[in-house]
Every structure is written in structure tokens, then in C-alpha cells.
């Protein structure tokens, strides 16, 4: 049985950090492509941060880029989200998914092809 489970989420002020886990089980992770997205409260879903499979290359939205960290680790199948100076616009439901096919652009381009979803964890950011 596949799971994915979504942690860490939490309210913080702006500036402020959070670490975002993803750990999965039930498929062989490490031939996967792992990434987060997220939702804002009236908007669409959107890709945050992919990473390939071995983790040797990783894919960040410009809103995120240069404050989100993405690693994995799959001796432990987990992912792991380093989210830093967090802003009101990053408020939303982060969901981890996996996708056996494509590049970590192509995963977080779109929400198609996605083989298996987590049910995500909210991320509120405000003062």
C-alpha cells in the first residue's frame, strides 16, 4: 500500500523557518522523482520544488529560489523541505507527490503525471 504523509506544517511569522518532511513507503522510492506543491487558499495548485531521484538535480520556483531547500534521503525514504524566510504569500497546503517519469522541471511545470499524491500540510504565514 502506498503512502506519502506530509509534516512539519505550522503557523510562523514572517521571516521566520520551517522544515517541510515527506516520508513515503509502499513503492521504490529511489526510482522516483519527488516534489512539492502547493496551494493557496483561491488558487490553483502549483509546483514549489522537484528533486530527481538520486537527488542530483533539483528544480525551485522563483518565488522560492534562494530561500527553499530541497534534499532526500533514500536509505530513511523521506524528503525534506528547508523552508527560510518565509513570506504571507508562501501561506498555503503543501502536498508531497512522486512521479516515476520525466525531469524534475517537467514534475514541477504541472500536477499531470503525478503517480502518487500526500494529503498535505498547512503552511500559514503571518503576523
Known amino acids: 500500500q502506498v503512502r506519502i504523509v506530509e509534516s512539519g506544517g505550522d503557523s510562523v511569522q514572517p521571516g521566520g523557518s520551517l522544515r517541510l518532511s515527506c516520508a513515503a513507503s509502499?513503492?521504490?522510492?529511489?526510482?522516483?522523482?519527488i516534489g512539492w506543491f502547493r496551494q493557496a487558499p483561491g488558487k490553483e495548485r502549483e509546483g514549489v520544488s522537484c528533486i530527481s531521484s538520486r537527488g542530483g538535480n533539483t528544480y525551485y520556483a522563483n518565488s522560492v529560489k534562494g530561500r527553499f531547500t530541497l534534499s532526500r534521503d533514500n536509505a530513511k525514504n523521506t524528503v525534506y523541505l528547508q523552508m527560510n524566510s518565509l513570506k504571507p504569500e508562501d501561506t498555503g497546503v503543501y502536498y508531497c507527490?512522486?512521479?516515476?517519469?520525466?525531469?524534475?522541471?517537467?514534475?514541477?511545470?504541472?500536477?499531470?503525471?503525478?503517480?502518487?499524491w500526500g494529503k498535505g500540510t498547512l503552511v500559514a504565514v503571518s503576523s
Open positions: 509502499g513503492f521504490t522510492f529511489d526510482y522516483y522523482t
Open positions: 507527490a512522486a512521479r516515476g517519469t520525466g525531469g524534475v522541471q517537467a514534475m514541477c511545470a504541472s500536477d499531470r503525471g503525478i503517480n502518487y
